[in-house]
């Protein structure tokens, strides 16, 4: 998938991932993709909570190996 | 979609007390909620600008884990406080947890309000130049004043 921006968030626990994640969103313009690497497990329903409330869409949330992979679209 | 409210009210100064408001308050920040803590008694002692005197006691908290079953005769002995703060430094910077100075900033970013206690203030001789600046001073109503119009409201 294209995105604008990655944002590497390996090795960081609860709430880090969310807290960078939502930094990241901010430096990019409506409708670019942001990608987000966590290997903190509990940021799979973290993000979907992200999504819903602040409206950014979560275009895809996959498991890769030990790591988890997130691409979000800013509202 | 209205604009959702937290207030929080922190009341504890260890270092594990520090985690749920710094935490809550940061993330409801990052979740676009509008955010107010209230730091009250030993709670203001987080709004110090060097929060090296944050600790954690072993001492009257049995469900701290510990390496090795500690009497509480053993963890009233002097220095114990500090070295059980210095192993949990450790372990929170091994897991990746974020530091409290680092979720406190994180908040501040959010544009999360701190109002320290008045009277907490003049209780304990604490002195203003202590605290990290943009804190707002004041009392009970106050705090009334914003958490009457919140979704959430926390006393920790």
Same mark, same amino acid.
């Given at each position: 998938m294209d995105y604008n921006k990655e944002l590497d968030a390996r090795g960081l626990n609860c709430p880090l991932p969310i807290l960078k994640t939502k930094k990241a969103l901010g430096e990019l313009a409506a409708g670019q993709v942001l990608k987000v690497i966590s290997t903190?497990? =509990?940021s799979v329903k973290d993000m979907e909570a992200f999504a819903k409330q602040t =409206?950014?869409? /979560?275009l895809s949330s996959q498991p890769e190996g030990k790591e988890y992979v997130f691409f979000l679209k800013k509202k | 979609m209205t604009q959702k409210k937290l207030a929080i009210i922190a009341t504890k100064g260890t270092l594990d007390m520090a985690y749920p408001p710094f935490i809550l308050a940061s993330t409801a920040a990052a979740l676009d909620y509008e955010v107010q803590i209230f730091f009250t008694f030993y709670g203001l002692? /987080?709004?110090?600008?060097? /929060?090296? =005197?944050?600790k954690i006691s072993p001492l009257a908290n049995p469900a701290m884990p510990m390496p090795v079953p500690m009497p509480v005769l053993v963890a009233a002995l002097p220095g114990m406080e500090s070295m059980a703060t210095m192993m949990m430094k450790d372990k929170i910077k091994k897991k990746g947890v974020a530091s409290i100075e680092e979720l406190r900033a994180a908040c501040i970013e959010g544009g999360v309000k701190f109002i320290g206690c008045e009277m907490t203030v003049d209780l304990f001789d604490f002195?203003?130049?202590?605290f990290i600046d943009g804190i707002e001073y004041g009392g009970a109503s106050t705090f009334f004043e914003f958490a009457g119009s919140t979704d959430i409201c926390l006393f920790v």
């Open positions: 903190d497990a =509990g =409206g950014n869409e /979560l | 002692t /987080l709004l110090r600008k060097d /929060l090296s =005197g944050v002195k203003r130049e202590d």
